[in-house]
């Protein structure tokens, strides 16, 4: 059978396969640490779980609009106005089937053949196939520990072409955990403005931050900004929702309308009971974000002084997500070496940092419990000593 030739650009999700190694050798009896998955190990709280049970109740099993039920379209702009200082309308928002369905519609519906899409590195691994997928073409822009893992505004602008498009900003980034400041982000907002591109803020993690960090969207820098600035972002990872599958995309009310074209004839609206319980984490009680933020913080604690004891691995502070990016360059293995040898002599599952464009790193999340992360890190601080 032939396939598309757009299709044999795209790369198999690292992320994924690895995640599912480690799952099958726990199906067979291995006792596997898997600090692989970027989901939170807790449940749903119980106030968005009971919003969801009562809307079945209530018959909320139907068909709903293609762009997401009109009360959470209004939830997310109200929420967005209010967190972020982002003065969006429900008309501005379009309800996806998780964050990243809401970044491939807009890679859908703004690139096309020859557009460049300007992606720093590292880089969650489905920017540049999304990109590809669409007609366009990845520009990856490689950061070092001498900008923190951070794009600068001089490399941004040495990057723009006049066939570049789109700019993809991601803070607090996965797999790196880096939160640009706000002078950093007014700084790249200024040189977005300055070449007439756009940018879409992938803001899933805005609200798992550390150590005084500070969330600034881009979109709120300015009213030139946020004319030229698109918003991604969801419930998964504050709210402890990833099978729920709801994110969303705000920005210009002629974007959303195409995206909602584009989604009413391939996905159609999203699970509509499921989007009643989105509705109650926007406007119920917001406590439970921090529980689960400051239960990441105690592991982050003890991540980052287990890394600090294993002689040959570093790694940047993390200021938000719950992932760090580990420097694996002093074992001379590549990053897929490590990660399947780790697996094989000390049934450690993390993930290959050439995933994510950087070949000399690994992935660990901290998305798991303190004691699977000791027994973790006490094996691979002997896989480490026996290299």
């Given at each position: 059978?032939?396939?598309?030739?757009?299709?044999?650009?795209?790369?198999?999700?690292?992320?994924?396969?690895?995640?599912?190694?480690?799952?099958a050798?726990?199906?067979d009896?291995?006792?596997v640490?898997?600090?692989?998955?970027?989901?939170?190990?807790?449940?749903?709280?119980?106030?968005?779980?009971?919003?969801?049970?009562?809307?079945?109740?209530?018959?909320?099993?139907?068909?709903?609009?293609?762009?997401?039920?009109?009360?959470?379209?209004?939830?997310?702009?109200?929420?967005?106005?209010q967190?972020?200082?982002?003065?969006?309308?429900?008309?501005?928002?379009?309800?996806?089937?998780?964050g990243?369905?809401s970044?491939?519609?807009?890679?859908?519906?703004?690139?096309?053949?020859?557009?460049e899409?300007?992606?720093?590195?590292?880089?969650?691994?489905?920017?540049?196939?999304?990109?590809?997928?669409?007609g366009?073409?990845?520009?990856?822009?490689?950061?070092?520990?001498?900008?923190?893992?951070?794009?600068?505004?001089?490399?941004?602008?040495?990057?723009?072409?006049?066939?570049?498009?789109?700019?993809?900003?991601n803070?607090?980034?996965?797999?790196?955990g880096?939160?640009?400041?706000?002078?950093?982000?007014r700084?790249?907002?200024k040189?977005?403005?300055d070449h007439?591109i756009?940018?879409?803020?992938?803001?899933?993690?805005?609200?798992?931050?550390?150590?005084?960090?500070?969330?600034?969207?881009?979109?709120?820098v300015?009213?030139?900004?946020?004319?030229?600035?698109?918003?991604?972002?969801?419930?998964?990872?504050?709210?402890?929702?990833?099978?729920?599958?709801?994110g969303?995309?705000?920005?210009?009310?002629?974007?959303?309308?195409?995206?909602?074209?584009?989604?009413?004839?391939?996905?159609?609206?999203?699970?509509?009971?499921?989007?009643?319980?989105?509705?109650?984490?926007c406007?119920?009680?917001?406590?439970?974000?921090?529980?689960?933020?400051?239960?990441?913080?105690?592991?982050?604690?003890?991540?980052?002084d287990?890394?600090?004891?294993?002689?040959?691995?570093?790694?940047?502070?993390?200021?938000?997500?719950?992932?760090?990016?580990?420097?694996?360059?002093?074992?001379?293995?590549?990053?897929?070496?490590?990660c399947?040898?780790l697996l094989?002599?000390?049934?450690?599952?993390?993930?290959?940092?050439?995933?994510?464009?950087?070949?000399?790193h690994?992935r660990?999340?901290?998305?798991?419990?303190?004691?699977t992360l000791?027994?973790?890190?006490?094996?691979?601080?002997?896989?480490?000593?026996?290299?």
């Open positions: 059978m032939e396939f598309a030739a757009r299709v044999g650009s795209v790369q198999p999700s690292v992320t994924l396969a690895i995640t599912a190694k480690a799952k050798m726990k199906a009896g291995v006792d640490c898997s600090f692989t998955a970027g989901e939170p190990d807790f449940d749903t709280p119980i106030h968005i779980r009971e919003a969801a049970k009562q809307a079945l109740d209530q018959g909320k099993t139907r068909y709903g609009p293609a762009a997401g039920e009109p009360k959470l379209r209004e939830a997310i702009a109200a929420r967005l106005q967190d972020d200082d982002l003065c969006y309308g429900p008309e501005n928002i379009i309800v996806t089937n998780g990243k369905h970044l491939f519609n807009l890679m859908l519906a703004m690139i096309q053949e020859g557009d899409v300007i992606i720093p590195a590292p880089y969650w691994v489905s920017y540049p196939e999304m990109v590809k997928l669409a366009g073409t990845p520009v990856i822009v490689p950061t070092d520990t001498s900008t923190g893992l951070r794009i600068t505004p001089e490399a941004l602008q040495q990057a723009i072409t006049p066939r570049t498009k789109l700019f993809v900003l803070s607090p980034a996965n797999p790196t880096m939160v640009y400041t706000p002078e950093e982000i700084a790249l907002a040189v977005v403005d007439d756009w940018v879409v803020s992938d803001e899933i993690y805005s609200k798992i931050l550390y150590d005084g960090a500070t969330h600034l969207s881009i979109g709120a300015s009213p030139a900004a946020f004319s030229r600035t698109i918003i991604s972002s969801g419930f998964a990872k504050a709210y402890a929702m990833t099978g729920w599958r709801i969303f995309l705000a920005g210009p009310a002629e974007l959303i309308k195409t995206a909602a074209t584009i989604q009413g004839h391939s996905t159609s609206n999203v699970c509509t009971f499921a989007q009643y319980g989105a509705i109650a984490a406007e119920g009680p917001q406590d439970c974000v921090q529980e689960m933020v400051s239960a990441f913080a105690e592991r982050r604690r003890f991540l980052l287990a890394i600090a004891s294993i002689p040959g691995l570093s790694c940047p502070t993390p200021n938000g997500a719950f992932y760090s990016f580990l420097n694996i360059s002093k074992t001379g293995l590549t990053s897929l070496e490590f399947d040898q094989e002599e000390q049934q450690v599952a993390v993930i290959p940092g050439g995933a994510f464009g950087a070949d000399d690994v660990i999340s901290y998305a798991t419990d303190l004691a000791k027994t973790g890190f006490d094996r691979i601080a002997a896989f480490v000593a026996s290299r």
